[in-house]
C-alpha cells in the first residue's frame, strides 16, 4: 500500500519569515494566517498595516501575532476558530506611524492615510480612521488581494497610543498595551452591531439622561426585569444566570453614552469595559454573527445529482473547536439511529424498497452560546435533502482517499480539542479514517470524521494524533495521513507583588499579604509550546479580566491597586471598591480597604487554560500616629484620643480604647485584655493579644492580619 503524509502539504507556510518581492512605498505581500476553508464558505478576517516601514513589518508581525492569540482567548472566538480564515497584508509605508498620534501631534503620509481623530492638536482622541474616499476603497482593495471574498477587515496602526474604532472597517492600535483588547470590542461593533454601554460620550464627564424610548440595541433597555419576562423582550432568557463578565445577568443603568434613563445586562463587559469578556448577551449576538457567515453544510453530495438505492450519501461540515455538532438522517421521516452524528449515511444497508424516497439531513449546533430559538433554527441549524430513484446502472466513479479539509496542522492542538479529517467520498462506499493516539490505533466504530480529545483523558504532556484515510475495498490503493502535535500542559502563571509589610500563609495554603495604600501585581505567564499566551486575574470573584501590564506605560510595568483606583486619561484602574476593577471616574468608589481574594490563571496558543491559584492582600491605609510606643511599656495602655501605634511593642498590661480613639497595633504583643467600645479604627498587624478581645461598634475599620486573641486565638472583632 502506497502512503503519503499531508502533515507538511498542510501547513501553510509561515510566510512570515520572508521579505517583500517588493520594498516599495505601498507594495504588499499576503500572509494566509490561518485558512480553514473555502473563503466564500467561512468568516474571513483580514488584518492590514499602516505606518510600518518595511523595517518594522517584523514589529507588525508580532503585533498581529499577539492580537490574535488574544482575541482566540475570547469567547466566542476561541470556540469557533476553525470557522475563521485569517489573512494578513503587509502593507509597506514611507513613513512610520500614523498622522496626529495625540502623543506625537504630526502628520504622516501612509498607504491607508490611517489618523487620531479630532486633529493634531487633541491630546485626547482616541478614535482611529482611515480615508473615507469612495467608502474607503483604498483598504478595500488591499483586502482583495487577500481574498475577495472578505467578511472583516482589521487595520492595525503603527501606534503606542490608546485607540481604535469600528464601524464599516475596524482598527486597532497596534503597539498600545490595551490595542489587543481594543480588537474584539471593535469587532464588537463591526462584526457584532453591538453598541457602547459606555455611560459617557466624553471622558472624565457623567453622560446625560436617555431621552429616546426603547433602544433598537440588543443590549440595551428601558424595560424592567418583570417587563422583559413578561413580554419575552430583550435577554429575558438570560437573567439571574451568573455573568461571564462579573456578577449577573441583570439591569445595570447606564449606555448608550448616558449615565440614567437606560440600561444594559452587565456591571461590566467587553463593551464597556475592555479587558473583561462579552457577556451572555453580547456572545449570543458575537457568536451568530461568526456563524450566519459560514455555510453549516460546507459541501456533500450535490442534492440536483442522481442519487441511487446503493449510493453513499455524505457531507461535510466546518467544527466547532470544543464540541462536536449534532447530525440526524432521515429516510422519509424516519430516523437513522445507526447513522447518527455521522457524516456520511449508506444506503444499502438500509434495504429501500421500490420506488422514490426521501433522505434528509439536520445539522445542528447545540453550543450553549444561545438560548434564543430563533437563532439556533437560523445560524445554527442547515438541512439538505435527496431524492433516492431506483438503482445505479453504471459503476461508481474511480476516487482516490485523500483528505479534503483537516483541523490546521500549523498550530497545536489543545487537549481537550474536537479535531476533524473530511475525505474524497465514492458514491458507491464509505473510506475508513484511521485515528491514531501517540501511535495506538483507538476503535473508531462509526468511522466518525472527528475525534474528540477531551473523551480521552490525556495525562498532562505533549501528544501525537493522527488520521489515515484509506478505501476498504482496495488494499493496494494510496492512502494519506495528516498529523497533529496535542498540547495539554496547561500554561502556567508566576505573580509578582510588590513588597509587603507582612506575610503569612492562610489554611488553605495560599499566601497572604499585608499592604499599605496601594500594591502591584506582574504576572508572568509561561507555557511549554511557542506563541503568544494571555495571563488574566479577577479580584473577589468578579468578573476574570486579562492582564495587559499597567495602561500607557512600558511593556512590563506591573499593574496598580489602590482603594479607589487610578484615573489615567480619565478611566479608571485597578480600583479594589465594590465599582469594580475600573469604575467611573464620577462613581462613589468607597475606599476598597480589607481583605481581597485574587485569583489568577493563563490561556495559552493552543486554547488550554491553565489551574487558576489565588492569593490574598489585606491592605490598609498608612496610620497617622499621634502617639507611637515601643519596646517594653510596663503598664496598661489607654487610648482616649488621636491615633496610638504599637510598633514591635510589649503591653504588660491591658489596652483600652474609648470612643473615637484609634489603635494600630504592629507586630506587638498585649499581655492583657483589649478593649474598645465605638472606637474609630482598630488594626492588629502580627500581634498576639494574650487576654480576651472586646472590640464592638466600632465606627471606622477593623482590621486582623496574622494575629491571635485569647485562649480561642480567634480575634473576633466587631
Known amino acids: 500500500m502506497r502512503s503519503t503524509s499531508v502533515l507538511a502539504a498542510l501547513v501553510l507556510p509561515c510566510l512570515f519569515n520572508v521579505p517583500l518581492r517588493a520594498q516599495e512605498v505601498g507594495s504588499s505581500a499576503v500572509v494566509p494566517v490561518q485558512v480553514t476553508g473555502d473563503p466564500a464558505k467561512r468568516f474571513s478576517l483580514v488584518l492590514l498595516s499602516d505606518g510600518y516601514t518595511a523595517a518594522e513589518l517584523p514589529k507588525y508581525r508580532a503585533h498581529v501575532d499577539k492580537h490574535l492569540n488574544i482575541m482566540w482567548a475570547f469567547e466566542p472566538f476561541r470556540s469557533y476558530r476553525n470557522y475563521i480564515n485569517v489573512y494578513s497584508v503587509e502593507i509597506v509605508s514611507g513613513e512610520s506611524g500614523i498622522t496626529c498620534d495625540p502623543e506625537v501631534r504630526q502628520r504622516r503620509n501612509t498607504p491607508l492615510k490611517m489618523h487620531f481623530g479630532g486633529g493634531c492638536e487633541d491630546r485626547n482622541a482616541r478614535g482611529i480612521t482611515a480615508q473615507q474616499n469612495s467608502d474607503y476603497e483604498i483598504t478595500r482593495t488591499y483586502a482583495r488581494t487577500a481574498t475577495p471574498a472578505f467578511d472583516q477587515i482589521l487595520v492595525l496602526a503603527n501606534t503606542d497610543t490608546y485607540g481604535g474604532i469600528g464601524g464599516s472597517i475596524a482598527t486597532t492600535s497596534g503597539g498600545n498595551a490595551l490595542g489587543p483588547y481594543i480588537t474584539p470590542h471593535e469587532l464588537g461593533h463591526s462584526l457584532g452591531r453591538l453598541q457602547d454601554e459606555y455611560t459617557y460620550y466624553t471622558r472624565g464627564q457623567a453622560g446625560g439622561t436617555h431621552a429616546a424610548g426603547e433602544p433598537p440595541s440588543i443590549h440595551h433597555t428601558l424595560l424592567s426585569e418583570a417587563e422583559m419576562k413578561a413580554q419575552q423582550a430583550k435577554w429575558f432568557r438570560w437573567l439571574g444566570a451568573e455573568s461571564e ?15 440614567r434613563g437606560v440600561w444594559r445586562p452587565s456591571k461590566h463587559s467587553m463593551m464597556i469595559s475592555l479587558g473583561f469578556y462579552f457577556d451572555q448577551i453580547s456572545r449570543e449576538r458575537m457568536a451568530q454573527r461568526i456563524s450566519g457567515q459560514v455555510e453549516l453544510i460546507a ?116 487537549g481537550t480539542e474536537v479535531a476533524y479529517a473530511f475525505t474524497t467520498q465514492p458514491s458507491d462506499r464509505v473510506f475508513v479514517v484511521a485515528w491514531r493516539l501517540n501511535g495506538t490505533l483507538v476503535p473508531n466504530p462509526g468511522n466518525r470524521r472527528t475525534f474528540n480529545l477531551a473523551r480521552q483523558n490525556l495525562p498532562a504532556g505533549t501528544h501525537r494524533l493522527s488520521a489515515t484515510v484509506s478505501d476498504p475495498n482496495d488494499s493496494n490503493a494510496a492512502s494519506q495521513t495528516v498529523t497533529w502535535v496535542v498540547d495539554n500542559t496547561g500554561p502556567t502563571v508566576r505573580y509578582e ?13 495560599t499566601t497572604h499579604v499585608f499592604m499599605r495604600d496601594q500594591f502591584t501585581m506582574k504576572l508572568d505567564p509561561t507555557d511549554d509550546q511557542p506563541g503568544h499566551v494571555v495571563a488574566e486575574f479577577r479580584v473577589n470573584g468578579d468578573g476574570w479580566h486579562h492582564y495587559y501590564g499597567w495602561p500607557d506605560a512600558p511593556p512590563g510595568t506591573p499593574f496598580l491597586f489602590t482603594p479607589r483606583g487610578t484615573t489615567i486619561k480619565e478611566l479608571v484602574y485597578g480600583s479594589l471598591s465594590s465599582e469594580g476593577l475600573s469604575p467611573q471616574p464620577w462613581e462613589e468608589r468607597k475606599p476598597g480597604w480589607g481583605t481581597h481574594r485574587v485569583e489568577y490563571r493563563a490561556r495559552d496558543a493552543a486554547g488550554n487554560i491553565g489551574v487558576t491559584r489565588a492569593f ?38 491591658a489596652v483600652t480604647v474609648s470612643a473615637g480613639a484609634s489603635l494600630v497595633a504592629m507586630k506587638s504583643r498585649i499581655n492583657g485584655s483589649l478593649t ?13 493579644v494574650t487576654g480576651n478581645a472586646a472590640v464592638t461598634g466600632t465606627t471606622g475599620r477593623i482590621t486582623t492580619f496574622d494575629s491571635t486573641c485569647g485562649a480561642s486565638r480567634a480575634c473576633n472583632l466587631q
Open 245 to 259: 463578565s462579573g456578577g449577573v445577568i441583570g439591569r445595570y443603568e447606564g449606555g448608550l453614552y448616558n449615565t
Open 497 to 509: 507583588l510588590s513588597t509587603p509589610i507582612a506575610t503569612s500563609t492562610n489554611t488553605d495554603g
Open 676 to 688: 474598645a467600645t465605638n472606637a474609630d479604627v482598630v488594626e492588629l498587624v502580627g500581634t498576639t
Open 616 to 653: 490574598h492582600v489585606t491592605i490598609a491605609p498608612t496610620p497617622q500616629c499621634t502617639t507611637t510606643l515601643t519596646g517594653t511599656v510596663a503598664r496598661p495602655v489607654s487610648v482616649t484620643s488621636g491615633v496610638t501605634c504599637l510598633d514591635g511593642a510589649t503591653v504588660n498590661g
Open 299 to 414: 459541501a456533500s453530495t450535490p442534492a440536483d445529482a442522481p442519487v441511487y438505492a446503493g449510493d453513499v450519501l455524505w457531507i461535510e461540515t466546518p467544527q466547532p473547536n470544543f464540541h462536536e455538532l449534532n447530525i440526524e438522517w432521515t429516510v422519509d421521516g424516519r430516523r437513522i439511529e445507526s447513522a447518527n452524528n455521522s457524516h456520511t449515511l449508506a444506503l444499502a444497508p438500509l434495504r429501500l424498497g421500490a420506488g422514490d424516497h426521501r433522505v434528509e439531513v439536520k445539522v445542528v449546533d447545540p453550543t450553549d452560546f444561545v438560548r434564543d430559538p430563533a437563532i439556533r433554527d437560523t445560524s445554527f441549524t442547515a438541512t439538505r435533502a435527496w431524492t433516492v430513484r431506483g438503482t445505479r446502472a453504471q459503476p461508481a466513479a474511480a476516487v482516490e482517499p485523500r483528505f479534503t479539509s483537516t483541523t490546521q496542522s500549523r498550530r497545536a492542538l489543545a
